[in-house]
């Protein structure tokens, strides 16, 4: 019984992770219960058609000898008109909690899990500039917003905003993320889309400093959902500045516009006053009922 409740504890830390309340959260079962309901709500229903025809086992190449392991399934994301994006996940969400559980590992992060409405609407966004932009064939990418581009995802989470790029044409992606276990499942992803020798990821904490070989060398960088959390905010905004090019860089944000006003807000002035960026748009975007605010910035 003892055990019991001590996991239950446990489960509750990772559950309320990114809850900022003070209010003390309720009952364990309650709050499972209205989390499954708002990830349900957030979750993209129409645009995304599941197909089992890649089942498979992810088993966390950092505890190969353990007995722990994931069932996954390959969703095909509609991203823009009939441009379409293979997605492997973990079947369960829970799946991935116990384990994070099991390994005692309090501070990971299990909602990358899912497939949140920011990564798909400035994957469209992007999509469809690259629509507009198009004046050649389209095998031939040379030309476009970003064809030959070197691309980062900070935070990548299942990587859709990256694998969106490559296959509009990006040089190289590079898919970071905190999280070892999402970026297998982005690995598998890039095989799926026959991406796998443009996109590479690469584990990374925002809270660490930045790599040196890393500065000024990446032509776009994109981001979803990683705003949330205030003291995010500056790391963030040191990365996005640090990482893109100097001369022609870009930076799309993108963020629901009602979770956390306050720290895009913050996003905003720490970039535009203090990184020496511009403010190119601030655009909102609706994407299976779920609406999106999706930045664009460049260096000043």
């Known amino acids: ?70 069932e996954t399934i390959t969703e095909e994301v509609v991203v823009f008109n009939e441009m379409t994006v293979h997605i492997c996940r973990p079947k369960s969400e829970n799946a991935v909690i116990e384990y994070y559980i099991e390994k005692k590992q309090l501070d990971a992060d299990p909602y990358w899990a899912a497939l949140w409405p920011s990564a798909c609407a ?5 999509a469809l500039m690259h629509s507009e932009d198009e004046t050649t ?9 970003f064809g030959g581009k070197t691309v980062c ?7 859709l905003v990256g694998l969106t790029l490559a296959k509009l044409g990006a040089k190289s992606v590079t898919l ?17 889309n026959d991406v796998e020798n443009i996109v590479k990821t690469e584990v990374l904490d925002w809270n660490a400093p930045a790599d040196k070989n890393k500065l000024n060398s990446f032509d776009i960088l994109v981001a979803a959902d990683v705003l ?26 993108a963020d629901p516009p009602l979770r956390a006003p306050q720290n895009r807000e913050l996003f905003k002035k720490i970039m535009v006053e203090e990184k020496q960026t511009t403010l190119v748009s601030e655009k909102r975007k609706i994407f299976a009922c779920n609406e999106v605010l999706v930045l664009e910035l460049t260096p000043s």
């Open 1 to 70: 019984r003892k055990r019991l409740i001590k996991r239950d504890g446990m489960k509750m830390a990772l559950l309320s992770r990114r809850s900022q309340s003070t209010v003390p959260p309720p009952p364990l079962l309650v709050h499972r219960r209205e989390k499954r309901r708002k990830q349900e709500e957030a979750r993209v229903p129409s645009p995304t058609k599941r197909n089992n025809n890649y089942p498979r086992e992810l088993v966390p190449s950092s505890s190969s000898s353990s007995s722990s392991s994931f």
């Open 122 to 126: 400035l994957s469209a966004h992007l």
């Open 137 to 145: 064939e389209p095998s031939d990418t040379s030309d476009s917003k």
């Open 153 to 159: 995802e900070l935070g990548c989470g299942l990587g």
């Open 176 to 192: 970071f993320d905190r999280e070892p276990l999402c970026l297998e499942c982005a690995n598998a992803s890039a095989k799926l």
């Open 228 to 253: 949330y959390e205030k003291h995010a905010v500056e790391p963030v905004s040191e990365f996005c500045s640090k990482f893109v090019k100097a001369n022609g860089g870009r930076i799309f944000i």
